[in-house]
């Protein structure tokens, strides 16, 4: 056996065991019961689809199948409470995105296969948990070669269970599920230069939400400009724009709509000029990154604490991560126009900047050697604290603040000051195992490997 065909074996079964150990911890801690009803209402179509052949509604009782989501047996109210409405086609249909529907489409088959023909939140979950254990997978195998096995682990893990990936994607089947995929697939095939299958993933990220196609359009354009290889763009843009053909053909069927958004809806905030102005606008924007309960910063201080390394490290940093983290931050900027920071309740953490969160992730992972000596000395206390406020959320199934209190209050916080002796108990536990765990990775990294391809 020569030592490559090892080294690969070897990081195949690190992947094997990392995918099997997030699909198990995401599949028991994620939520069964539908809280949100931007996940109740994708899955409800998901479930038509998959027991009837197509997604309308109309003839589902909805109080009957347990989705009173409304606080009442009235139908408008509920259709309301759940975005369904009538298509341009007639029909009575929920209206979320392609990607997110399709997504929980096999789960639904496969229980529907086996004589569970009741509408149920159970499959969604483990599409959640399987789809955001891929990711997360597509993530070390992004890292495993440049940075090697047991730094890669230890990167997935502080990104798989150190961020609201675990409280928001792994948990139920949001379109963050599936754009993330996307998002990492599109990273890992572009640093192996397969640029096909980097359009393939880059058009399971626009059918989750159609305005990732500026990330795939910043990384196939950087990259092409970049490496004066049009075929670049050509390649990943026709295979992505493919996917936003179907994503058209899909909702033509759905809604009778060629428009490739489909029935997903959105609150659009003009650029200075929306109903409050433009001061309405700007704090919109900052609350993505800064507002106490649904701030990127806020509950990912990581992105503070290693900044400094990645701009000395931005020189040395591959043009594929530079690339991706630009169009994650390009996104963020459109995602303030079309969506309000908040992004609802019934969630964890943060969700509207997962997207960016993915985009810069790896840039973050390839900087950590440039880390100083006080911002290293701080990196395992700093991880373990987002381990511990995000796993809080996941573990007890808690459903955060309200978004009224997004800029007022923390979900971590309230539950401190609620709870103080279980929170800090948690807490405590949670740092020390992180601490630990850290050791032994990094204890792994220092020995000698061969030399990887």
Do not use: K
Request: charged share 10%.
């Amino acid at each position: 056996m020569s030592a490559v065909t090892s080294i690969r074996q070897r990081t195949a079964a690190w992947a094997v065991a990392l995918f099997v150990g997030l699909v198990l911890c995401y599949g028991a801690t994620s939520d069964r019961s539908g809280t949100s009803v931007d996940v109740a209402s994708a899955s409800l179509a998901s479930w038509s689809i998959a027991t009837t052949g197509d997604p309308w509604v109309e003839d589902v009782d909805l109080a009957g199948i347990g989705l009173e989501r409304a606080g009442t047996d009235d139908v408008a109210d509920l259709e309301q409470a759940l975005f369904i409405g009538e298509a341009p086609n007639g029909h009575r249909v929920p209206h979320r995105s392609p990607g997110v529907i399709a997504a929980g489409v096999p789960a639904y088959v496969v229980a529907a296969a086996v004589g569970v023909d009741e509408f149920s939140f159970v499959p969604q979950a483990l599409t959640a948990a399987l789809l955001t254990a891929s990711a997360m997978t597509l993530f070390f195998l992004l890292l495993a070669g440049p940075v090697g096995r047991p730094t890669a682990a230890l990167a997935t893990l502080v990104l798989a269970l150190g961020t609201p990936l675990w409280s928001v994607a792994g948990s139920a089947t949001w379109t963050h599920s599936v754009t993330v995929v996307g998002i990492v697939g599109l990273a890992w095939a572009a640093r192996r230069e397969a640029w096909w299958l980097a359009g393939t993933f880059g058009g399971v990220a626009v059918w989750g939400r159609a305005h990732t196609a500026l990330i795939v359009a910043a990384v196939g354009l950087g990259l092409a400009w970049s490496r004066r290889s049009p075929r670049v763009a050509l390649v990943i843009g026709g295979v992505s724009g493919g996917f936003l053909a179907a994503a058209s053909i899909w909702t033509r069927w759905a809604y009778g709509s060629w428009s490739p958004l489909g029935g997903y809806r959105s609150r659009t905030v003009a650029l200075g000029a929306g109903e409050d102005g433009w001061w309405a606008t700007a704090v919109n924007h900052l609350g993505f990154w800064a507002s106490p309960d649904r701030g990127l910063l806020v509950w990912t201080p990581l992105l503070l604490l290693l900044l400094p390394a990645v701009v000395r490290s931005w020189p040395r940093q591959p043009d594929w991560a530079r690339w991706l983290a630009l169009g994650g931050l390009g996104y963020l900027l459109v995602q303030g126009q079309l969506n309000v920071f908040h992004g609802g309740d019934a969630f964890w953490g943060y969700r509207l900047p997962l997207e960016t969160l993915a985009c810069v992730a790896p840039l973050y992972a390839l900087a950590v050697p440039d880390a100083g000596r006080w911002a290293r000395a701080a990196l395992a206390p700093v991880i373990g604290l987002q381990v511990a406020a995000v796993s809080l959320g996941a573990v007890f199934d808690l459903g955060g603040m309200s978004q009224a209190d997004a800029w007022r209050a923390n979900a971590f916080v309230h539950a401190l000051v609620e709870q103080p002796l279980v929170v800090a108990t948690w807490t405590g536990l949670v740092v020390v195992v992180c601490y630990l765990a850290a050791g032994v990775l990094t204890g792994r990294a220092a020995r000698p490997e061969p030399r990887r391809p």
